[in-house]
């Protein structure tokens, strides 16, 4: 079944301690994202990544980081999580960018005391 | 700067009737949208898609037009069924070399029995 995975997802963690949310990806996509889901703003692009070892900022990029060592994974990195980071963070994929539709993981839900 | 607008935050219709959700956007560039419907605790699903040489594009019981001159698209669904009782977000992509995808804020339908 094709699918995106993301783990965990719920997570409560507290200011500063570095977290990681993985996702994997089994459709052999080449471009995966990250967006983050806030009440009222719909869903904003944090980074995303056209192929293994490229990576580009999206639209709030600020306090996350990622990597793309292998073609199926792209994780998303919390150096230092602050209360604002609370959100519900989506990955996402594509086989190609532009007339293809994206699929999405299920979700984490993050909560930064 | 939303260039993917949704007005209404939340639409309420009679089953059976048709469900009408709009998406206005600024950017001229995007030549590519698309619909995702969201349950609770769920990744968006896509739904449907639109290249902006057509003005409408059906599947089933739902069919999207885009007017270009307006900006404009909007999703028709008929007949409502208590099933498509969920949160839809609008989407736009420019083709080529953009791993991108701008959403709306998102519409919330409820489809009364």
């Known amino acids: 079944e094709a699918q995106v995975t993301q783990n965990p997802r719920y997570l409560i963690t507290v200011t500063g301690k570095k977290l990681t949310v993985t996702c994997s990806q089994n459709?052999?996509?080449?471009?995966m994202s990250w967006y983050r889901q806030d009440p009222g703003l719909g869903l904003r692009q944090i980074y995303y990544?056209?192929?293994?070892?490229?990576?580009d900022k999206g639209d709030v990029p600020e306090g996350y980081k990622v990597s793309r060592k292998e073609k199926r994974n792209f994780p998303l990195i919390l150096e230092s999580p602050s209360p604002n980071q609370t959100s519900l963070y989506f990955c996402?994929?594509?086989?190609?960018?532009?007339?293809?539709?994206?699929?999405f993981g299920q979700g984490t839900r993050l909560t930064v005391v | 700067d939303q260039q993917v607008k949704q007005n209404s935050p939340s639409l309420s219709v009679q089953e059976g009737r048709i469900s009408i959700l709009n998406c206005d956007y600024t950017?001229?560039?995007?030549?590519?949208f698309l619909w995702y419907k969201k349950y609770p605790a769920e990744g968006p699903t896509f739904l449907i898609s639109?290249?902006?040489?057509?003005d409408k594009n059906e599947d089933g019981r739902f069919t999207v037009f885009l007017n270009k001159s307006a900006k404009h698209l909007s999703l028709h669904i008929v007949p409502s069924q208590p099933g498509d009782s969920a949160v839809y977000f609008c989407?736009?992509?420019?083709?080529?070399?953009?791993?991108?995808?701008?959403f709306g804020t998102g519409t919330r339908l409820t489809i009364i029995p």
């Open positions: 996402a994929s594509r086989r190609i960018p532009g007339n293809t539709e994206a699929f």
């Open positions: 459709m052999n996509h080449e471009y």
């Open positions: 990544s056209m192929n293994v070892e490229v990576t």
């Open positions: 950017n001229s560039m995007f030549d590519y």
């Open positions: 639109i290249s902006s040489i057509k």
């Open positions: 989407a736009a992509s420019v083709n080529f070399g953009n791993e991108k995808l701008t």
